[in-house]
């Protein structure tokens, strides 16, 4: 498929369940990135999926061959003209991310290309996280005028305060996937989007071995110290919404436009 082809392509979030496995899939023809309604979508599927009983392992990933996930939808940010606004937008990465912490079910990442911005802060809220070595990762936002904010403290309990605050200052820079896999956000890197698709499916179709109520266990365990995160993640969506409406940003916007 080209890039004319993908263009042309509707935006979707969807659910697919293969041996009990829920694999959710995001898609956007703008290099997977997320506007507000699909932010939306993507909260409700991944709750869905926590509750629905067919389903033992959720798997994360998007749609195309090259970008997991652009971030924020630029489009979207270029038009937020208030705080208030502001503030929704940026909360509908929090939302996601609340979403995949209270999730009582394990959240395994499919990242098959580079991914910038919000789509980290998601790649780094996966309980288990698998990807390609083409799947390079850059925290861009201090480069528009605002800060990895929302998403930041999703990178941080990945990958320590020191990796987060190197990517998040070093915002020109991809840093690639044998890097996130040293810093832990990756657990393996593969060659190919086929031999990553085989190992999702091999791992995740054995952990639906396991007990459920084991892993749910497990779960809550991991995500121990995150319990305020529900209102952490709407402050710090407040901030990037009044950061947004400064002149830099603004002008920086457009450009990128």
Not at 8 to 32: C, D, R, S, T, W
Not at 183 to 191: A, C, M, N, S
Not at 200 to 224: G, Q
Request: glycine share 8%; aromatic share 10%; net charge neutral.
């Amino acid at each position: 498929m080209n890039n004319s082809d993908y263009y042309n392509m509707e935006a979707y979030v969807k659910l697919n369940i293969e041996n009990q496995v829920g694999y959710i899939e995001f898609f956007h023809p703008e290099h997977n990135s997320l506007p507000a309604n699909l932010l939306a979508k993507l909260t409700r599927t991944i709750t869905d999926a926590g509750k629905n009983e067919d389903i033992k392992v959720i798997v994360l990933k998007s749609g195309g061959d090259r970008t997991f996930c652009a971030g924020a939808s630029f489009n979207e940010l270029v038009n937020i003209n208030d705080e208030e606004s502001g503030k929704v937008f940026f909360s509908g990465f929090a939302n996601v991310i609340n979403a995949m912490r209270k999730c009582p079910k394990f959240i395994i990442g499919r990242i098959q290309g580079k991914t910038v911005g919000g789509g980290v802060g998601i790649t780094s809220a996966t309980d288990y996280c698998m990807a390609t070595k083409f799947a390079a990762i850059k925290l861009s936002e201090l480069n528009l005028g605002i800060g990895p904010f929302v998403v930041g403290p999703a990178v941080e309990r990945k990958l320590g305060l020191s990796a987060m605050s190197q990517i998040a200052i070093d915002a020109n820079s991809f840093y690639s996937a044998d890097w996130a896999k040293q810093k832990g956000l990756f657990t393996q890197v593969y060659e190919s989007t086929n031999e990553l698709d085989e190992a999702v499916k091999s791992f995740t179709e054995n952990l639906c071995t396991y007990n459920v109520e084991a892993m749910k266990e497990m779960k809550k365990m991991f995500w121990r110290g995150t319990e305020d995160w529900d209102d952490l993640l709407l402050q710090r969506a407040k901030i990037s919404g009044k950061l947004v409406l400064s002149e830099f940003t603004k002008e920086t916007l457009k450009r990128f436009k």
